[in-house]
Nanobody, 124 residues
Framework: QVQLVESGGGLVQAGGSLRLSCAASGRTFSSYAMGWVRQASGKEREFAAAISWGGSTTYYADSVKGRFTISRDNAENPVYLQMKSLKLEDTAVYYC?????????????????WGQGTQVTVSS
């Protein structure tokens, strides 16, 4: 079993930056691909970014490409999401997710473990 806890969310003005972190506990983490999925109020969950277990492969949703960067450090907290040039439409709860596969995935259904989420609110 893997437990995931997100942190780093908060209120930021449009154009600003935030870095989300995902702390993991439980089973050995280095062989898990990781992802970030977000959910805006009243909308379905939306894939944001994913990274393979070794970090060599990353995927991004078109809506965040060029602004968000996913990275991981398997020796410490396993995954980060650096968000820059934030827009009002980035406001959402951001969930960290892990899958028992080394390959990054872009569908939420491919992830096995989820954190509780951290709120990101972008204001004008």
């Amino acid at each position: 079993q893997v437990q995931l806890v997100e942190s780093g969310g908060g209120l930021v003005q449009a154009g600003g930056s935030l870095r989300l972190s995902c702390a993991a506990s439980g089973r050995t983490f280095s062989s898990y691909a990781m992802g970030w999925v977000r959910q805006a109020s009243g909308k379905e969950r939306e894939f944001a970014a994913a990274i393979s277990w070794g970090g060599s492969t990353t995927y991004y949703a078109d809506s965040v490409k060029g602004r968000f960067t996913i990275s991981r450090d398997n020796a410490e907290n396993p995954v980060y999401l650096q968000m820059k040039s934030l827009k009002l439409e980035d406001t959402a709860v951001y969930y960290c997710a892990a899958r028992e596969d080394y390959r990054a995935a872009v569908r939420g259904s491919e992830y096995d473990y989820w954190g509780q989420g951290t709120q990101v609110t972008v204001s004008s």
